[in-house]
């Protein structure tokens, strides 16, 4: 997303994405529904309420990539409002899970800060979408601290997994 931020930075809500923030900004959400796809493959999770919750994460990702491709022929604002209700939407199901893993897998707390942060900022950058003084810089720093959750998540995982072995 840095890409986003250095080719968008000096545009404003009213302006159309460069051609490289509107691919980014349509693939983001399909990475996301794409992940959300192999972690169900990983970790077998094909039943219950856990298999609900990936499949709405799964259609949310998709939704907001169809979304998104419309959005980023149009201007910075709407493709900002489609990103933030993705953010808050998904941020949402992500919290979701996290709380119901939190007992039967255990290290949940980066994912379930990494929802609330998701959903506080996906609320900002929909509510500021169609402000003048709204970039795509935002999202740059959404997807910044959201690849740093990820990263604390996966280490915090892993370290409870290497515990449960011995």
């Given at each position: 997303m840095a890409?986003?931020?250095?080719?968008?930075?000096?545009?404003?809500?009213?302006?159309?994405?460069?051609?490289?923030?509107?691919?980014?900004?349509v693939?983001?959400?399909?990475?996301?529904?794409v992940a959300?796809?192999?972690?169900?493959?990983?970790t077998?999770?094909?039943?219950?309420?856990?298999?609900?919750?990936?499949v709405?994460?799964?259609?949310?990702?998709?939704?907001a990539?169809?979304?998104?491709?419309?959005?980023?022929?149009?201007?910075?604002?709407?493709?900002?409002l489609?990103?933030?209700?993705w953010a808050?939407?998904?941020?949402?199901?992500?919290?979701?899970?996290?709380?119901r893993r939190?007992?039967?897998?255990?290290?949940?707390?980066?994912?379930?800060?990494s929802?609330?942060?998701?959903?506080?900022?996906?609320?900002?950058?929909?509510?500021t979408?169609?402000?003048?003084?709204s970039?795509?810089?935002?999202v740059?720093?959404?997807s910044?601290?959201?690849?740093?959750?990820?990263?604390?998540?996966a280490?915090?995982?892993?370290i409870?997994?290497?515990?449960?072995q011995?």
């Open positions: 890409l986003v931020f250095t080719t968008s930075a000096s545009l404003g809500s009213a302006d159309e994405p460069t051609v490289i923030a509107a691919v980014l900004l693939v983001y959400p399909l990475w996301d529904a959300t796809l192999v972690e169900r493959r990983l077998g999770t094909g039943t219950g309420a856990t298999n609900s919750v990936g709405v994460n799964m259609g949310l990702g998709l939704a990539t169809a979304g998104m491709t419309a959005a980023v022929f149009s201007t910075i604002g709407r493709a900002l489609v990103f933030g209700v808050l939407l998904s941020g949402a199901v992500q919290l979701v899970v996290a709380l939190r007992r039967t897998v255990g290290a949940q707390w980066p994912m379930a800060v929802g609330g942060q998701s959903v506080l900022a996906g609320a900002t950058i929909a509510a979408s169609a402000s003048a003084t970039s795509l810089s935002t740059a720093g959404y910044a601290f959201g690849a740093f959750w990820f990263l604390v998540s280490v915090a995982l892993s409870r997994s290497r515990r449960a011995h």
